[in-house]
């Protein structure tokens, strides 16, 4: 899967969990200070990207992935 195709998946499943449009959503944006993800959303942005994916993620290591381009790094790097 090429970074790409990630990237666009991890735009839908962050749209849908914190309900925001996708112009709003570039790589550089933060989940919480940009994109307003409260901690129980952040939880669930990885529940559903582990499901849109169908990877296990290291919770914990997950979590600590702050913006839209790191978890694109971080997904893609489990997807390869």
């Known amino acids: 899967m090429d970074r790409s195709e990630v990237e666009q ?5 962050t749209c849908k ?3 925001v449009d996708p112009e709003m959503v ?3 944006s933060h989940f919480v ?4 993800a409260e901690s129980t ?6 529940a559903a990207f582990e499901e ?3 990877i296990e993620m290291d919770e914990d290591a997950a ?8 978890a694109v790094d971080f997904i893609g790097a489990l997807v390869e």
Not at 41 to 46: H, P, Y
Not at 63 to 70: F, K, M, S
């Open 52 to 54: 849109e994916f169908g």
């Open 33 to 36: 200070f940009d994109l307003g």
């Open 17 to 19: 969990v914190l309900g």
């Open 26 to 28: 570039e790589p550089e």
């Open 63 to 70: 979590l600590a992935v702050d913006t839209v381009g790191g």
């Open 41 to 46: 959303q952040s939880i669930e942005l990885v």
């Open 9 to 13: 998946r991890v735009v839908k499943v």
